[in-house]
């Protein structure tokens, strides 16, 4: 029988945090999951939630299946919960929990469904780009180039993981700040929670836009609970724990809620105009010369 078939895009120990603190009678604990249209509401067990089949299995030529990065994002998952614990007393983090912090964060980058799909529609486009040259030019290669792409592209989100887990050295030389909040309704996150973020983006021209870890303004987020997010960034930082103001706790559940591909998760199923609102370009935006 083929084991851990069905596996979580978003963790079900990280979604656990988000279970509404009130379940009526009869029924089981769940998240609330909203669609990005806000149109409905839906609650979910984390256990059923954001899971896939063999989303990070690398298939073999043989059929067998190779479940090295399941395995290492369970291990990642583990090693994480012990540092949430840590965060929730408020602790001082030990190098030893800050790298597994910074590990946990870059694979959260790296797994969602929306960041999968994404590189295998890259891959996509370049192989067809490619098919297109064989078909004009006919190919030396057996098999031919684009059919060993299209095998290797079944396991791109696997190779992907493995990518973005290796930016965490990155993450652990940059400030850290844990911003908290005793907001009842607290930090929302969603399908994608790992969100990169260049606030000074929209000064640049379009095709500069992509975020990048080595950029002066970059943001990093990842809500931890409704009570704490993580922040890396590169100015400098003098406190681990950062209580939240209400426009600054806005404004991270606004970057969760626009990075979120499908659906978002709030708390206590609460959703506010806030989060969700639309923006007009600053004056100093970048404008094309006329």
Same mark, same amino acid.
């Given at each position: 029988?083929? +084991?851990h078939?069905k596996q979580h895009t978003?963790?079900?120990?990280y @979604?656990?945090?988000?279970?509404?603190p009130v379940?009526?009678?009869g029924?089981?604990?769940? $998240?609330?999951? $909203?669609?990005?249209?806000?149109?409905?509401?839906?609650r979910?067990s984390?256990k059923k939630s954001?899971r896939?089949t063999?989303?990070?299995?690398i298939?073999?030529?043989?059929g067998?299946?190779?479940l090295?990065?399941e395995?290492?994002?369970d291990?990642?998952?583990?090693?994480f919960?012990?540092? @949430?614990?840590a965060?929730?007393?408020?602790?001082?983090l030990?190098?030893?929990?800050?790298?597994?912090?910074?590990?946990f964060t870059?694979?959260m980058?790296?797994?969602s469904?929306?960041q999968?799909?994404?590189?295998?529609?890259q891959?996509a486009?370049?192989?067809?780009?490619i098919?297109?040259?064989e078909?004009q030019?006919g190919?030396?290669?057996?098999?031919?180039?684009?059919?060993?792409?299209?095998?290797v592209? *079944?396991n791109?989100?696997?190779?992907?993981?493995n990518?973005?887990?290796?930016v965490? &050295?990155?993450l652990?030389?940059?400030?850290l700040t844990?911003? +908290?909040?005793?907001?009842?309704?607290?930090?929302i996150?969603s399908?994608?929670?790992?969100v990169?973020?260049n606030?000074?983006?929209y000064?640049?021209s379009?095709?500069l836009?992509?975020?990048?870890?080595?950029q002066t303004?970059i943001?990093?987020t990842? &809500?931890?609970?409704?009570?704490e +997010?993580?922040?890396?960034s590169?100015?400098p930082?003098n406190r @681990?724990y950062?209580?939240?103001s209400?426009?600054?706790?806005?404004?991270?559940?606004?970057r +969760?809620?626009?990075?979120?591909d499908a659906?978002?998760?709030?708390? *206590?199923?609460?959703? *506010?105009?806030?989060?969700?609102?639309?923006r007009e370009a600053?004056p100093?935006?970048w404008?094309?010369?006329?």
């Amino acid at each position: 029988m083929s +084991t851990h078939k069905k596996q979580h895009t978003i963790p079900r120990s990280y @979604l656990a945090a988000w279970v509404d603190p009130v379940t009526p009678p009869g029924e089981d604990s769940a $998240i609330w999951r $909203i669609s990005k249209d806000r149109s409905t509401k839906t609650r979910r067990s984390p256990k059923k939630s954001f899971r896939e089949t063999d989303r990070y299995t690398i298939r073999m030529k043989d059929g067998s299946r190779d479940l090295s990065v399941e395995h290492s994002l369970d291990k990642i998952e583990n090693d994480f919960q012990g540092v @949430l614990r840590a965060i929730r007393r408020r602790q001082q983090l030990t190098s030893v929990q800050r790298a597994k912090l910074c590990v946990f964060t870059a694979a959260m980058m790296g797994r969602s469904k929306k960041q999968g799909d994404h590189m295998q529609k890259q891959w996509a486009v370049g192989i067809e780009q490619i098919r297109q040259i064989e078909g004009q030019f006919g190919s030396a290669a057996h098999p031919a180039l684009s059919e060993v792409l299209e095998e290797v592209n *079944k396991n791109s989100h696997a190779y992907l993981v493995n990518d973005t887990i290796e930016v965490a &050295p990155v993450l652990f030389i940059m400030p850290l700040t844990i911003l +908290t909040t005793n907001d009842l309704d607290g930090f929302i996150t969603s399908d994608a929670p790992a969100v990169m973020c260049n606030p000074k983006a929209y000064t640049m021209s379009p095709m500069l836009r992509q975020p990048g870890l080595m950029q002066t303004d970059i943001e990093v987020t990842l &809500p931890l609970s409704p009570q704490e +997010t993580v922040f890396f960034s590169h100015k400098p930082s003098n406190r @681990l724990y950062t209580p939240t103001s209400t426009s600054l706790l806005e404004e991270v559940n606004r970057r +969760t809620f626009f990075w979120a591909d499908a659906e978002f998760v709030s708390w *206590k199923g609460t959703v *506010k105009d806030a989060w969700c609102e639309e923006r007009e370009a600053p004056p100093d935006a970048w404008r094309a010369a006329e």
